[in-house]
């Protein structure tokens, strides 16, 4: 501390603040681990992924919505042993309730439609962007929050309705540069997998487990795999033939093994159908192995993959009919998807396709007089209420100065106000690429 700081701070004459008290620790900058700051540039990337998001789901005329980061524990409470539940960042707060910060947005979305019940006609086409956390032991370096968008279609029992999100995703790497010889979408359908449980009189109540163990096939190896089913209570045969299955990547071999009359064949032969129609069917391919992670789809799933194979999936979504239902709701055909913020920046960097986004500001205000700036700021917001950007030079600064943050805010015009044109009601403009420098009547700056 400074004393009475009366003499400190080198303020001139204004009230010097109250002298610190304590001692404050010297605090790690960094914000916590596995979470991520967004200074400026950052935070351009960012906005313009959040835009191209919002504009795609505007498109297909989405609302948007969104819920609070924290929610109660109970929404991510299902026993199918999915990894989202093994990190799932909860505590228990002040009131004694079990909380989680979200570890993805649907079950908030479903939530709310429940909220909402009859009030709310359908179809609900409804998308979100927003942070979602997991606690990973850092060992894995992996980041524990991320930004999702999501895009959600409620009441819409059809196959139409998968096919529409993945268009949704489809008019969005299109608009970001990406194509189909950069990205594609796996398809398939949790039927594939209901119809070959069902052959072997697997109970319907092991399903989501089932599912969950499939969808670490490439990540554990398999004898793994074949382990966890069998202590699900899967038999060896039903295993073997599940495995079988799973490694077909041909609709007509899929029809071959289970027949033309399931719905799993009929939703997938309707999908493919679709995406011709759609015109995206170059981009989509199916695969019997995908069935993605969550506990809760039903039907139709996909995720969209880097076509070099260096990345992790992009994005992924399918439907769940069934979500509702385990909230005490009534079930409502529901489907959506989710899509991170960092894999499609990793693979936008790898592709030579990341926007350039520097700073823009049209105007930089000076007062050449310190007695100038009450007519600095008149200046500054004149141009304002014409929506320009105007960065206003707040303090006393020589012209060196000037010129120097002019260059660094990348701005257009430097608007100089000099004594001698003030008194005749005019400023100096100076456009500052090509050095051109006019005079201009105050009621005339535009
Ligand atoms: O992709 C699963 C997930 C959920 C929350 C946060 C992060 Br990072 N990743």
Redesign the pocket.
């Known amino acids: 501390s400074t004393g009475d700081n009366g003499g400190g701070g080198g303020r001139s004459g204004a009230l010097a603040p109250p002298p610190i008290t304590e001692v404050l620790q010297k605090i790690d900058v960094n914000p916590p681990k ?1 979470t991520r700051d967004f200074p400026p540039e950052e935070m351009r990337l960012r906005t313009w992924l959040f835009h191209n998001f919002r504009e795609v789901s505007r498109l297909f005329g989405f609302e948007e919505v969104d819920f609070p980061v924290l929610e109660s524990e109970a929404l991510y409470i299902r026993k199918a042993g999915e990894e ?1 539940r093994d ?1 799932l960042y909860c505590f228990e707060d002040r009131g004694n309730r079990r909380v989680a910060l979200r ?2 947005l649907t079950p908030s979305l479903a939530r709310l439609v429940i909220q909402k019940g009859k009030s709310v006609s359908l179809p609900l086409k409804w998308f979100a962007v927003g942070q ?3 606690y ?1 032991r850092m060992t894995r370096g ?5 930004y ?1 968008w999501n895009m959600d279609i409620i009441g819409v029992p059809e196959v139409t309705a998968e096919a529409e999100l993945i268009s949704s995703i489809v008019t969005f790497f299109k608009r970001v540069g990406i194509t189909a010889s950069d990205v594609g979408f796996k398809v398939s359908s949790r039927k594939v997998l209901q119809e070959v449980l069902r052959r072997y009189s697997v109970p319907e109540s092991l399903f989501s487990k089932v599912c969950i163990i499939i969808d670490k096939i490439g990540k554990i190896p398999v004898d793994e795999i074949k382990k966890d089913l069998k202590s699900a209570g899967v038999s060896e045969e039903a295993v073997e033939e599940l495995l079988q299955v799973l490694s077909i990547k041909s609709l007509t071999k899929l029809e071959e093994i289970l027949g033309g009359a399931g719905e799993a064949v009929a939703d997938l032969k309707q999908l493919f159908s679709l995406a011709e129609k759609f015109g995206y069917a170059e981009w989509i391919e199916f695969d019997a192995s995908i069935v993605r992670g969550l506990a809760y789809y039903t039907g139709i799933v996909f995720e969209g993959f880097d076509r070099e194979g260096k990345l992790r999936a992009i994005c992924g979504g399918g439907r769940y009919d069934r979500l509702l239902s385990t909230f005490g709701g009534d079930d409502l055909p529901a489907c959506g998807f ?1 899509f ?1 913020d ?1 894999v499609i920046v990793e693979l936008l960097k790898d592709r030579g396709l990341l926007p350039e986004l520097s700073l823009q500001i049209e105007n930089i205000v000076c007062a050449l007089d310190v007695d100038l700036q009450g007519a600095a700021a008149r200046v500054a917001s004149i141009l304002r209420e014409q929506s320009q950007t105007v960065d206003l030079v707040l303090e006393s600064k020589p012209l060196k100065w000037v010129f120097k943050r002019a260059a660094r805010i990348n701005a257009h015009r430097l608007i100089l106000v000099g004594n001698s044109e003030w008194q005749r009601g005019m400023v100096v403009v100076k456009i500052l690429s090509s050095g051109e420098q006019y005079e201009v009547k105050l009621d005339e700056l535009v």
């Open positions: 596995g989202i990190q570890p993805e979602c956390w997991r990973e992996r980041r524990r929050e991320h999702q989710g991170g960092a």
